[in-house]
């Protein structure tokens, strides 16, 4: 296997982070009130249309419908990108949701959609927290076949962005396996509860009581396995694990720019051994997660089973161990290094310890994903 970015690929890291160059580190808005009020009701438009005019939004989708033609490591580096600034925009989401779409989507549902999401003009979110943020998310939901299309019950919290998207892919369970549904979230039979997520960003529960969803906003056919599903997840773990990455290497480099102009003692505090020894545990952990993370993404790309490895599944969880824990520790050690100041929210690091916290937690913990590859090395008996 071949790590090596493609000049295309790189060309992309390069773009993003040209678009991304002049985002404030306080993100434009108010420092988050935790839990109390989003720090925002929408998301940074105008960087939206920004990314949507470099062609970055779709920059994995074909380009037939108006995408960059490229990979889901070109995504991940954008997304590398967009965390370093905190960017308040939705690439994870409808990145994945439009990977979704193309991948499984009726020919007729990628050429109405596709090109609007290139372009910034519609944004899809996806439901993939269950019902508690706790449990399987194509558990959550029921899809009941009626005249012309399904019905739903149940309910998926913590959907970010829910209140300002357009359309949300909601994975639900059949009577013939997994189903991934596009869904109004301001439709009929479905009752939209704001939430505010961990970062202080707007989120939102989503409860079904009957919604009715037509056949043709039906991505893909039902899979007994749950294989869609389990694609647009592995699609967001490795989205995750790319964000995690370039929120580490932000912080960490926030981190050993103050510690070395701090003076303590008459000398910087970055001379000291501990501050040192810290410092390079986290960057250790830092390519820790930039390993797992391409190893994850270039399985996807991919696309085969190697006979001489555990699944994609043990890669992708592994992918977000190391991303969750690295993520943790790095901005723990952050606020440490830091001192008072780590808490100040006239500085930019309280927020990257509210988005480190989400991003560990997203998709589920560490130790969820720990007992997931236990279960996958004891089946194989490894």
Not at 97 to 125: H, K, T, W, Y
Not at 155 to 167: F, H
Not at 262 to 287: C, K, N, W
Request: proline share 5%.
């Amino acid at each position: 296997m071949d790590f090596t970015f493609t000049e295309e690929q790189q060309a992309a890291a390069e773009a993003a982070r040209a678009v991304f160059a002049d985002v404030p580190p306080d993100g434009g808005v108010p420092s988050p009130a935790i839990g109390i009020d989003p720090v925002s009701t929408d998301v940074d438009r105008d960087l939206w249309q920004r990314l949507a005019k470099s062609d970055l939004v779709g920059i994995a989708l074909p380009e037939q419908y108006g995408g960059g033609g490229l990979d889901e490591i070109a995504w991940c580096l954008v997304l590398r990108e967009s965390a370093r600034v905190l960017a308040r925009v939705p690439l994870l989401e409808t990145g994945a949701a439009a990977l979704a779409i193309a991948s499984f989507g009726a020919e007729e549902l990628r050429q109405r959609l596709l090109p609007e999401i290139a372009a910034g003009r519609l944004l899809v979110g996806v439901a993939a927290q269950g019902r508690t943020g706790h449990e399987p998310a194509d558990e959550a939901v029921t899809a009941e076949p009626v005249p012309g299309g399904w019905s739903l019950r149940g309910a998926q919290t913590g959907v970010s962005w829910a209140p300002v998207m357009d359309l949300v892919l909601v994975p639900a369970r059949g009577p013939e396996g997994t189903l991934l549904l596009l869904v109004d979230p301001r439709g009929a039979g479905v009752t939209l509860n704001r939430q505010v997520s961990t970062n202080g960003e707007l989120a939102g529960e989503l409860v079904f009581d009957g919604a009715v969803v037509e056949a043709s906003w039906q991505v893909g056919d039902a899979a007994a396995d749950g294989a869609n599903w389990r694609a647009v997840r592995g699609r967001l773990i490795v989205g995750v694990a790319a964000l995690c990455l370039g929120l580490g290497e932000a912080a960490l480099r926030l981190t050993s720019d103050y510690a070395t102009k701090r003076e303590q003692f008459g000398h910087p505090i970055a001379t000291f051994q501990a501050v040192a020894m810290q410092s390079a545990d986290r960057y250790i952990d830092l390519r820790s997660m930039e390993v797992t993370l391409w190893q994850a993404a270039w399985r996807i790309v991919a696309g085969v089973e190697l006979a001489d490895r555990l699944p994609l599944d043990a890669d992708l969880a592994t992918a977000k161990i190391w991303s969750a824990e690295g993520v943790r520790a790095i901005a723990a050690t952050a606020q440490h290094l830091h001192g008072g100041i780590g808490a100040d929210l006239d500085y930019p690091l309280h927020r990257y310890h509210a988005w480190a916290k989400h991003l560990e937690l997203l998709l589920g913990p560490a130790a969820a994903f720990e007992q997931e590859l236990g279960d996958l090395l004891a089946e194989h008996q490894l």
